[in-house]
Nanobody, 122 residues
């Protein structure tokens, strides 16, 4: 399994970014895809996840109403649309995959992308 994350950058507070995670290497119909982030000096935390089979989603409380996770079957790609960005959203964002049920714990994900930096200026 290979996950390639892209789309990070520098944006002002209140702005938007869309992250992409291109997945390859197998059929992902039985997988859950997650977006995580890690700020300097902090632990990696889940942002959102999506079940590939039925697009069922869940979000961290800190991003509910601002971020949207989605997937495109034809492109084998998962997206994270981030709106109303805040300085506290600044972090390296990672996409990850696990087979089976949707879980929140970082250690439960088996495959990880390389991370993309998101910086939100105030």
């Amino acid at each position: 399994v290979q996950l390639l994350a892209s789309g990070g950058g520098l944006v002002q507070a209140g702005g938007s970014l869309r992250l992409s995670c291109a997945a390859s290497g197998r059929t992902f119909s039985s997988y859950v895809m997650g977006w995580f982030r890690q700020a300097p000096g902090k632990e990696r935390e889940i942002v959102a996840n999506i079940r590939w089979s039925d697009s069922s989603t869940s979000y961290a409380d800190s991003v509910k109403g601002r971020f949207t996770i989605s997937r495109d079957n034809a492109k084998n790609t998962v997206y994270l649309q981030m709106n109303s960005l805040k300085p506290e959203d600044t972090a390296v964002y990672y996409c990850a995959a696990r087979r089976g049920i949707a879980l929140q714990m970082t250690y439960s994900y088996d495959y990880w992308g390389q991370g993309t930096q998101v910086t939100v200026s105030s």
